[in-house]
């Protein structure tokens, strides 16, 4: 049903459109992971056009908070398997995104704002619930943008409106 739902509601739309619709929501998007169904004032959809650059600093591990499509679409791992750890790595230049079945692999680039996180290889396993993998495989070709929040929070944003995944530095990073 998941699958259904999202092949549904998030098919591709153009970048340009996107790209327009992502900016101005990018202050509502700093909302938690709760999926509510609050609506953003219109004050805070405000996008300053200044260049922007960027201090992301994505090595290291990072705990899987959420991985929201719209407003009532939210997959949130420690909800679907709790007490077991989802978590992506990011170093030089290569990420792996580690599920609690399976683990999404490639190279990323990353340019000022924006990102490119192709996956390239991926383990396929069959397991009880693969929500939070699904939710990665299907969101993750999409993202285009990161942003960091008090060297703790990232959120992966997708041309898609309102998709992000939130990432927060794991404990265990040196």
Known sequence: MFRLFLSKYTKPQKRMKA???????TAALLTSCSGSNKKADDSSSV????PVENNVDLKGRWTIECIV????????PSSE???????????????SFNTNCNSIQGE??????????????????????????????????????V?????STVRLVASSPAGYILLRRADDNK
């Open 108 to 145: 990323y680039q990353l340019k000022g704002d924006s990102i490119l996180i192709p996956v390239s290889l991926s383990t396929e396993m069959a397991c009880d619930n693969m929500a939070t993998e699904d939710a990665i495989r299907k969101i993750l070709p999409g993202i285009y943008t």
């Open 47 to 50: 996008v300053s056009e200044a």
């Open 81 to 95: 398997v709790p007490g077991v750890a989802q978590y992506a790595v990011f170093e030089d230049g290569s990420f």
């Open 147 to 151: 942003s960091m929040e008090n060297d």
């Open 69 to 76: 499509f719209n407003d009532s679409l939210t997959v949130t």
């Open 19 to 25: 790209l327009f619709i992502t900016s101005a929501l």
